[in-house]
């Protein structure tokens, strides 16, 4: 059973001001490391297969940590050789500065080496702490995790190094080395700058499966779990980060308010021998909160922490998932703290998390800053032969491709209003908590059947709308029976209107047909992939539902469905034909 105990009551006399932990209205920032490398794993040693590349890689990550000054670095677990520790100890120069804090998870070490190791640190400013226990210990090599800080010890600044060693060992699915090989750590330390800061401890990959069991009503009592915020940092080298397991650690975390999780996975292009390590493609790295602030409206924001390789997920109420692009070497992000004190409340709003740069480690083992970072979603409708235009463009904004996904094929809610396309009732941006399922249409890293089918589901209404349905005019209903002349895509409109606004946000992005001229037509049409007439009529409804009682657009909606002998639709048959009007008055047809 694992043991939490404060940092301060285990060193006496003890204390430190790191700014990750402080509850002001400053963000503070964390560079946040994906290893890529090729894991390996005997009885003796679980790390880096290719120690000498690892050292450089190391390196150069801790060298970005100095140049970018981060006030949180951290690595995922097996990930550091004790090589590159032992420089630090022995170069003062290569020490973090006061306030920062590095979260380091070390390649395995044996207990006998440990024990050395914590001898060699004879520099009077450096304090290095393990728990001694574990020495007791018959297996062989134990899993650790490096706390580095500049802390006072009796007033006098010292250097702190705290080892923190894996409790719980991994799952035996896919090997059962650590079971039989890891000493079991006994301790969980809690780090606080004082009583009423930010409170943060640390659960290694497998852990994070036993942290609702050991937090006992004495220990929560004992950590005022309840009433404190906490951040949780989840290093991990996990094959399968959406396991039943994982998910349930995320979700019994964010059960209670004030609780935040960074998780951080090895790079998905990282291998255990010959095999992906990543059985379905993402890591999953990334940020795990709970604000009851974020603002939906801030599109901009969504926008470009998307294009930097940080994707939004919404699990429902007052939940956020920023999840990582995997293959991204290291993430520089800023985050207000978990709960704010500081300032008024106008000041205190926590509206998410924000990368400031994305970088690749080169061969060189220098970092290249990168403009963008590449979702995969248009490499994906390649590979499905994807022809349309406009989900096709890199520069066509990502929420108006997930628009176009969701009302082309009828992903919408069930009672749905002019509000439909707002970032919260989105669909493709839903994620339930049970399953974490990726539904994004602009987001392809994962390749579960799940997440790869509902892409394909999305593409695939498109495709048939604008691809065949109606380039035949046979397949006009009356409503749309204008238009049979006119060249139509499927896609949204990029004209504005004279206050510089685009035509289709005017309008809700209910209006997903274009003509020549980028022309926007005012009608709404959307295709069921695997639906029948019941099911078109259902959606037809609800499309409706996006329009006025009184507005000329709810007969200018069409679904379109599939039989034996071709296409058939819903619509409006008593509605006029359809030409073109873009004005904005309420009983127009584009509204």
């Known amino acids: 059973m694992m043991q939490f105990k404060f940092l301060d009551e285990v060193i006496p006399s003890l204390t430190f001001d790191l700014a990750v932990l402080r509850r002001d209205t400053t963000r503070y920032s964390m560079l946040l490391y994906q290893h890529e490398g090729t894991l390996f794993g005997s009885a003796e040693r679980v790390g880096n297969n290719d120690q000498t590349l690892a050292y450089k890689q190391s390196n150069a990550f801790l060298e970005l940590l100095r140049q970018t000054n981060a006030d949180l670095g951290v690595t995922p677990e097996y990930v550091v050789p004790w090589a590159c520790l032992k420089e630090i100890l022995d170069d003062t120069s290569k020490y973090p500065k006061n306030g920062k804090l590095w979260l380091l998870g070390m390649e395995s070490i044996k207990k006998e080496d440990i024990a050395q190791f914590a001898a060699d640190c004879t520099a009077a400013s450096v304090k290095f702490h393990y728990d001694e226990s574990v020495l007791e210990d018959q297996k062989s090599f134990l899993n650790t995790l490096i706390y580095v800080f500049w802390g006072k010890i009796e007033g006098t600044n010292r250097f702190i190094v705290i080892a923190q060693f894996k409790t719980k060992h991994m799952g035996v699915w896919g090997t059962d080395l650590e079971r039989n090989g890891m000493v079991d750590g006994k301790v969980i330390y809690v780090l606080k700058n004082n ?51 994982f998910l349930d650690f995320r979700n019994a975390v964010l059960s209670d308010e004030r609780k935040e999780i960074i998780s951080l996975n090895w790079s998905s292009n990282s291998r255990l021998g010959h095999d992906s390590l990543l059985k379905e493609g993402s890591g999953r790295s990334g940020i795990y909160t709970r604000s009851g602030q974020f603002s939906f409206g801030d599109t901009a924001r969504i926008v470009k922490n998307h294009n930097l390789g940080m994707y939004y997920f919404y699990p ?31 000041q205190q709003r926590r509206n998410g998390p924000e990368v400031t740069a994305a970088f690749k480690l080169k061969n060189d083992f220098r970092w290249e800053a990168l403009e963008t970072v590449s979702d995969g979603h248009i490499d994906f409708l390649k590979n499905l032969d994807c022809e349309n235009s406009f989900l096709m463009d890199p520069n066509q904004c990502i929420l108006e491709k997930e628009r176009l996904a969701c009302l082309s094929s009828g992903e919408i809610p069930e009672k749905s209003d002019l509000h439909w396309s707002d970032v919260d009732k989105l669909l493709s941006l839903h994620f339930a908590e049970t399953t974490e399922i990726n539904n994004r249409a602009t987001v392809a890293q994962d390749t579960s059947g799940a997440s790869s089918d509902k892409r394909a589901y999305y593409a695939k209404a498109i495709e048939k709308l604008g691809g065949v349905i109606l380039k035949d005019a046979e397949n006009y209903p009356p409503s749309l029976a204008g238009l049979k002349n006119k060249t139509i895509s499927v896609g949204y409109s990029q ?97």
């Open 195 to 245: 009583n009423s800061s930010v409170r943060l401890f640390t659960v290694v990959c497998s852990e994070a499966m036993n942290l609702a069991e050991a937090l006992t009503a004495e220990a929560r009592d004992y950590l005022h779990y309840e009433d404190s915020p906490y951040l949780l940092i989840n290093p991990q080298v996990n094959p399968g980060p959406i396991h039943k397991h």
């Open 495 to 591: 004209k504005k209107n004279t206050a510089h606004q685009k035509l289709t946000k005017e309008n809700y992005f209910r209006y997903n047909m274009v003509a020549e001229g980028d022309e926007m037509i005012a009608a709404t049409v959307c295709f069921l992939p695997l639906g029948g007439r019941a099911d078109a009529v259902r959606v037809y409804e609800r499309l409706r539902g996006l329009f006025t009682s009184d507005s000329m657009s709810k007969s200018r909606v069409v679904v379109y469905y599939e039989t034996n002998q071709g296409f058939d639709c819903v619509s409006d048959l008593g509605a006029g034909s359809i030409t073109t009007d873009n004005s904005t008055r309420e009983n127009s047809i584009t509204r």
């Open 316 to 346: 429902g109420k007052d939940r956020h998932a920023f999840v990582l692009e995997s293959k991204t070497s290291a993430f520089l992000i800023e985050n207000l703290p978990v709960h704010i004190t500081g300032g008024v409340a106008a």
